[in-house]
């Protein structure tokens, strides 16, 4: 059962990788290389060791970084995610995350995936075949139920949002050297209050990374978060509402390396939200057992 523990080791550092990714020329000569190639392939995921399904330019960001991927951000889910967990994670993209936490929390957990991207889906699906313990629910998450309008950009499916220029307003966006285009469709929405009431199902552990419906995410799921223990929320706008939203349930704030977030200004990217140790308690109650 070793596999399942829920400290990630050390990674060392990866000379020609970190060149290509710091080198703008060599950057110039392979991504068009790529980019001709780009096909379906398999990887080990380093976070889960299961297959991972992908395509090798579109989604080149997890085989390039692999370990090295946000890697404290990764420390620190490990560190809140226990064995028999429940996850909800909002945004599951093509399945990196949602087969780290399908390990993290083992057979005896759970891990309900919202993800509506058509040609996310067809990824995350394979990738979470393997995983018993994972639900995929094939929706976006909002403040209300119903159907929205979901634009699905040709990028690799890392900026689709139900915000119109969510895409189009973001730095990555303008660094891949390729046209961006949007493709709107109607899908379901559905909150997170909702399908918990449904599905008596209430999570430990929430992540969302919804590209800047994050706000809509929170209002719809007032009670998933008074029940929450712990959740990471990748807040790119209404700062001041989400930050006042997460305080308001007694949340503490941090940045993925720990240091405490006091204002909505420190609020860029990955936030954490933790529930305040316990009196007398010399470890936050996201520490694994």
Known sequence: MSRLQPT?????????????????????????????????????????????????????????????????????????????????????????????????VSHRGQVHVFEPGQQNQQFLRKNIARCMQCVHINAAVSDRVGKAVFYEENLGGFMNSLEADFATSTEN???????????????????????????????????????????????????????????MIEVSRHKDAVFDMLSGFDFVLSQPDGTPITTPKQMNGNVFATRPAPSGSAHPTTDPP
């Open 173 to 231: 966006a303008r660094t891949q050297g390729q046209t961006l285009t949007l493709h709107p469709r109607s899908v379901n929405t559905t909150t997170l209050d909702d399908y918990a009431t449904a599905h008596n199902v209430w999570p430990d552990v929430v992540k969302i990374d919804c590209e800047g419906t994050e706000l809509a995410v929170l209002r719809g799921g007032r009670q998933v978060l008074q029940a929450a223990r712990c959740a």
């Open 8 to 104: 990630l080791s050390t990674p060392t550092p990866r000379p020609l990788r970190a060149g290509l990714a710091s080198s703008r020329l060599l950057r110039l000569i392979a991504l068009p290389l790529l980019r001709r190639i780009d096909r379906p392939i398999t990887m080990t995921n380093p976070f889960s060791d299961l297959p991972f399904h992908l395509l090798s330019y579109t989604h080149k960001g997890y085989w390039f970084y692999g370990r090295h991927r946000e890697t404290v951000t990764m420390e620190r889910l490990a560190q809140m995610t226990r064995r028999g967990d429940t996850v909800f994670e909002v945004g599951g993209h093509i399945g990196y995350l949602t087969q780290f936490f399908a390990r993290q």
